[in-house]
């Protein structure tokens, strides 16, 4: 079964500065999405970055990019520049194909808060 | 398109009593989720429907839970007899996916917190 893992329950940045979360996933597939969704208190999911197994090529979205280590299973998300309006929790997400369904599993989340 | 629609937002009830929760997926879109939201247990895939056909019921709770989407345009996800610790936030989710759907993502409904009293 896949299953997503974020290890970071919290995190804290200070306003300006970076922050980097952290998500990891098993699946023994080699084609499949993976994608960073954004929940503020408004509770609506927003997705930030998505980016696909097969690309190489790291996504980018503004101050939003992704470390994605296809042999190690990693897919880290980077906030640069950090904003007040960051603060959320952020959602790694899997998902990948069953015959010809798609299945999209969640992490447990990491709440990020951004001190001004 | 307005998004995903889910009713009602908010939903009060007495254990055991009936709950209808219903959603709206995107025109066109083929995939439709269910999740559940609590503090303790995260976002839960609860089931999902492909071409509304339910390809997955592994994470529905219990036999309490049910769920259909009898057209392309609507699901619900009904819980009878309701109890206490059914309350969350149920979230709906659409998605255009497949083969030559490279841009996939899903899309959420605003979700309706559930409370059982």
């Known amino acids: 079964a896949q299953t997503v893992t974020q290890s970071q329950p919290e995190m804290s940045v200070q306003e300006a500065e970076t922050v980097t979360l952290s998500c990891t996933y098993d699946t023994s597939e080699s084609n499949y999405y993976l994608f960073w969704y954004k929940q503020p208190p408004s509770r609506q999911m927003i997705l930030v970055i998505r980016q696909e197994a097969y690309k190489q090529q790291n996504a980018t979205e503004n101050r939003f990019s992704v470390n994605f280590q296809k042999a190690a299973k990693s897919f880290s998300l980077k906030i640069s520049d950090s904003q007040l309006g960051d603060t959320a929790m952020y959602f790694c997400a899997f998902m990948k194909s069953m015959d010809s369904s798609y299945k999209l599993i969640f992490g447990s989340g990491t709440r990020l808060l951004v001190r001004p | 398109d307005a998004g995903v629609i889910q009713s009602p937002r908010h939903e009060v009830t007495e254990m055991g009593q009936e709950v209808t929760l219903r959603c709206k997926p995107i025109s066109g879109h083929n995939s439709l989720f269910w999740y559940r939201q609590t503090m303790m247990r995260g976002l839960e895939l609860l089931i999902y429907?492909?071409?509304?056909?339910?390809?997955?019921d592994s994470g529905m709770p219990e036999d309490r839970f049910s769920a259909k989407m009898p057209n392309a345009s609507f699901s619900t996800l009904k819980i009878q007899p309701s109890e206490p610790r059914d309350s969350a936030v149920y979230f709906c989710?659409?998605?255009?996916?497949?083969?030559?759907?490279?841009?996939?993502?899903?899309?959420f409904g605003q979700g309706t917190r559930l409370t059982v009293v």
């Open positions: 989710a659409s998605s255009l996916t497949g083969f030559f759907s490279p841009n996939t993502e899903a899309f």
């Open positions: 429907f492909n071409n509304n056909v339910p390809i997955d």
